[in-house]
């Protein structure tokens, strides 16, 4: 599997923005889905994950009614809407893979990664 991040950008306190990843490959459907993000000089941190049929979600404490975490099994991308932002939320998010049908919050666990894509949030 491999995956490709996009939608970051700049967007400013209390915005919304909407970050997409797409999957390569014909098993999209049988992993579970996550996003992490990580700030400059921090280590990588959890944010989202959803089971293999979208029917399961967990979020960090940090996000928790403020991010959506959903997936499109058809079109092979897991979507991650962000409202509400905060400077803090600013970082490099990246998606990753899960060859089982529910997912974690511990990077360890994941298979593959996608190149991430950068949120800046202007307070």
């Known amino acids: 599997v491999q995956l490709q991040a996009s939608g970051g950008g700049l967007v400013q306190a209390g915005g919304s923005l909407r970050i997409s990843c797409a999957a390569s490959g014909r098993t999209f459907s049988s992993y579970a889905m996550g996003w992490f993000r990580q700030a400059p000089g921090k280590e990588r941190e959890f944010v989202a994950t959803i089971s293999w049929s979208g029917g399961i979600t967990d979020y960090a404490d940090s996000v928790k009614g403020r991010f959506t975490i959903s997936r499109d099994n058809a079109k092979k991308t897991v979507y991650l809407q962000m409202n509400s932002l905060k400077p803090e939320d600013t970082a490099v998010y990246y998606c990753?893979?899960?060859?089982?049908?529910?997912?974690?919050?511990?990077?360890?666990?994941?298979?593959?990664w996608g190149q991430g894509t950068q949120v800046t949030v202007s307070s």
């Open positions: 990753a893979a899960k060859r089982t049908a529910y997912g974690s919050g511990v990077p360890n666990e994941y298979d593959y």
